[in-house]
């Protein structure tokens, strides 16, 4: 039987074949994860990657090996590694993931600590949050870890997505959390109804913000080859021929559901953030973009109210 040393040598050997992941540096990490990965999926038992350099020496389980192995072969073809592993951790949680989500990514990270570091200043603090896009979770499930009386309404088209996300929600917030409708999942029919699965729930309570992470690629854009491949086009991509389609929704409808002074947090694709931003400033809502790590426009914040109201 190997040992890990073995195993992991076995995983780095077979994604040395791919020369992308070679000219990046991604070998050793990626086979050190998919080996963690491997373990606790054959086994139940959770390996930090601490664990694993403190038993290098130790055997690893014939199952694991083999599945390791069919592991690191899917991921030199192309296969995104977090669909592989099956998590992705996020800020201050673990999420499950897969092929019917957008994989959780650091320009998301920036929208929530925006949204957050605007709401934690507010005087009494957010009681209702609407949330368009639910996916695997990561914005409503963070916001309520974050906020304890707050609560989260969310809509959804995809209803592998909405069992996702409800999934993550049920393990990191418990299911005694969603049951008081701090978390509600209303099924859209059609892709271009946004604010269908609010409109009832708002007829006698406004929300505080809205937030939303929409689809706005185009087929123009130019998109990697992995998330091209692999990743949910119904989350990547706004309608087409409308690349601004969700932005000028909620930008004209937003005012129905949300109160005076409520806010708009929203993940921008920064070729068009002008654009975007412009299309609120007409509609009589104050704009902030704000910049990402990379100095460019990704996310707007946008309030009805003026902004020391």
Same mark, same amino acid.
């Given at each position: 039987?190997?040992?890990?040393?073995?195993?992991?040598?076995?995983?780095?050997?077979?994604?040395?074949?791919?020369? /992308?992941?070679?000219?990046?540096?991604?070998?050793?990490?990626?086979?050190?994860?998919?080996?963690?990965?491997?373990? =606790?999926?054959?086994?139940?038992?959770?390996?930090?990657?601490?664990?694993?350099?403190?038993?290098?020496?130790?055997?690893?389980?014939?199952?694991?090996?083999?599945?390791?192995?069919?592991?690191?072969?899917?991921?030199?073809?192309?296969?995104?590694?977090?669909?592989?592993?099956?998590?992705? !951790?996020?800020?201050?949680?673990?999420?499950?993931?897969?092929?019917?989500?957008?994989?959780?990514?650091?320009?998301? /990270?920036?929208?929530?600590?925006?949204?957050?570091?605007?709401?934690?200043?507010?005087?009494?603090?957010?009681?209702?949050?609407?949330?368009?896009?639910?996916?695997?979770?990561?914005?409503?499930?963070?916001?309520?870890?974050?906020?304890?009386?707050?609560?989260?309404?969310?809509?959804?088209?995809?209803?592998?997505?909405?069992?996702?996300?409800?999934?993550?929600?049920?393990?990191?917030?418990?299911?005694? =959390?969603?049951?008081?409708?701090?978390?509600?999942?209303?099924?859209?029919? @059609?892709?271009?109804?946004?604010?269908?699965?609010?409109?009832?729930?708002?007829?006698?309570?406004?929300? @505080?913000?809205?937030?939303?992470?929409?689809?706005?690629?185009?087929?123009? @854009?130019? !998109?990697?080859?992995?998330?091209?491949?692999?990743?949910?086009?119904?989350?990547?991509?706004?309608?087409?021929?409308?690349?601004?389609?969700?932005?000028? !929704?909620?930008?004209?409808?937003?005012?129905? !559901?949300?109160?005076?002074?409520?806010?708009?947090?929203? /993940?921008?694709?920064?070729?068009?953030?002008?654009?975007?931003?412009?299309?609120?400033?007409?509609?009589?809502?104050?704009?902030?973009?704000?910049? @990402?790590?990379?100095?460019?426009?990704?996310?707007?914040?946008? =309030?009805?109210?003026?902004?020391?109201?």
């Amino acid at each position: 039987m190997k040992n890990f040393h073995e195993a992991l040598l076995d995983s780095r050997s077979i994604l040395r074949r791919n020369p /992308e992941w070679v000219s990046r540096g991604w070998v050793d990490l990626e086979a050190e994860l998919l080996l963690c990965a491997a373990y =606790r999926q054959m086994t139940g038992v959770s390996l930090s990657r601490i664990q694993l350099f403190l038993q290098m020496q130790d055997p690893y389980p014939q199952k694991a090996w083999d599945y390791l192995l069919e592991l690191s072969e899917q991921r030199a073809q192309g296969k995104i590694l977090q669909h592989l592993t099956g998590f992705q !951790v996020f800020l201050d949680h673990e999420y499950e993931v897969g092929p019917d989500v957008l994989v959780p990514r650091p320009e998301t /990270e920036l929208l929530l600590e925006y949204a957050s570091n605007t709401l934690s200043s507010m005087k009494y603090g957010p009681i209702l949050g609407l949330e368009i896009g639910l996916g695997s979770g990561i914005i409503s499930i963070e916001l309520l870890s974050q906020f304890p009386q707050l609560k989260m309404i969310a809509s959804e088209l995809s209803p592998a997505a909405r069992a996702r996300g409800l999934k993550n929600a049920y393990k990191i917030l418990g299911e005694d =959390r969603l049951l008081l409708n701090h978390l509600t999942i209303l099924p859209v029919q @059609d892709p271009l109804e946004v604010f269908c699965p609010f409109e009832g729930e708002m007829l006698q309570l406004k929300a @505080d913000f809205l937030i939303s992470n929409p689809p706005y690629l185009s087929s123009h @854009d130019l !998109v990697d080859s992995e998330v091209f491949n692999y990743e949910p086009h119904q989350a990547l991509y706004a309608p087409e021929g409308d690349s601004l389609y969700f932005y000028r !929704v909620i930008a004209e409808e937003a005012v129905k !559901v949300l109160k005076s002074n409520a806010f708009v947090f929203i /993940e921008l694709p920064h070729n068009r953030a002008l654009l975007i931003a412009e299309l609120f400033e007409k509609r009589g809502w104050r704009v902030k973009i704000q910049k @990402d790590l990379a100095g460019l426009d990704r996310i707007l914040i946008a =309030r009805l109210g003026a902004w020391n109201g």
